[in-house]
């Protein structure tokens, strides 16, 4: 029986306010850039919850709404009417949604409602949407919903574009993969007091081939049992378990989209990240929309919630960068990753491609002009050669544009092995 989390919807957290940050400074440039395309747009909230919180703040539904609104009403009137459409998968409130939604049922479409379990609803949405741009949101109350043979199924479905947000709780995941191996977490700070995580179908998990079963699925492999047997000796504690975890199961995502990027959502600096906000798709824009959203969302949690306000020093430092996982880089750190990148890469390559190669193999190490300024010096020790398109400005003056748009192109061309 599945657990009704009414309390859930009582007070937005502030955990949840940078979660939706991050869904709804995408969905706006995203809508954007896809209705060019002029192909149909169908968004998914596959857990949509009640739509808006007690408190009066706005829930998933009602951002994705206000951003379809904005993006059709900044479309020329000339212009052929765009479409996106709207459907919210809810268990529990799908009558509350349906009320709290209702003022978006307007010229812009009708958001559609399906009661039910997103595991057991998606496919039949989705079907017949072959050739359409799909973008799923995916943010369950616990790790039971996400199996990740249906994500390895909806990414071969033949959809013109296919992106995900996923939330996916992983020291979560970790507690209960000690749990189904026997092995005591108890001492451990990192995977202590996770009580607060609300599941969406709590599952008792415990030491059965039954859970490793389920654990494995979620997963996409059984990788995380050797985690755990390291966790096990005492090689590593669950920090650093959590964050192998993680990375694999990045990297099995990365078996099924091109690109993966992960931003971890903690509420002070050293703590346990609350979840992990996964994105995945096939296409340069989409990365770099994502990193330039996580970028700035990893900003203002670091300063706004984890330091209290307050920038640290390193906020100045143009040698120094804080990673999304909150770790302390040198720019000379940086540089040598890069130039490690850049040696396994054509020897001309566009500069959209090399980062977003660069980004899904290391994840977010540092702005994007920390990367642009590597290049700027790799350029003038005569390792590579910036090939801008235009070369000139309207003006005669050489180029030195870093932003690729309309006809503007950049070329990288390695000179030295």
Known sequence: MAKDNKDFFKLKNSWSEIKDQLLGCYLTPYFQKLLTSCKPIYYVD???GQGKFDDGKPGSPIIALQARDTCLDRMSSGSTRGVIDTCFIELNHAQKLGQNIAQFKNDKGYPSIISGKYEEKIEVVLAGKRRINVFLYIDPYGIRALNYALFEKLAASGFSSLEMLIN????????????????????????????????????????SPQSTELL???????????????????????????????AKYKARLNQQFKYVLDMPIRLKAGHRPKYRMIHMCNHEDGLFLMAENMLKRKDELFTNIQQNRQPSLFDFADTMTSTVENDLMTIDEIKKLLFSHLSSVDTEIGLKRLLAGFLNNHGLLCDFKMLHSSLE??????????????????????????EEKGKQRITIRRIQA
Do not use: H
Request: proline share 4%.
């Open 168 to 207: 996916f709780n992983s020291f979560g995941f970790f507690r209960d993969a000690c749990r189904a191996m026997g092995v005591n977490y108890t001492n451990d700070e990192a995977l202590r007091d996770l009580d607060d995580l609300v599941e969406y179908d709590p599952t008792e998990i415990n030491s």
């Open 377 to 402: 010096e790799f350029q003038k020790r005569g390792v590579i050669d910036i090939i801008r398109t235009p070369a000139t400005t309207p003006t005669g003056k050489p180029s030195t544009f870093w």
């Open 216 to 246: 494995s699925k979620i997963a996409g492999g059984d990788y995380w049992k050797d985690i755990v047997a390291q966790y096990n000796r005492g090689e590593i504690d669950g920090y650093k378990a959590e964050r192998m975890f993680s």
């Open 46 to 48: 596959c857990f949509a």
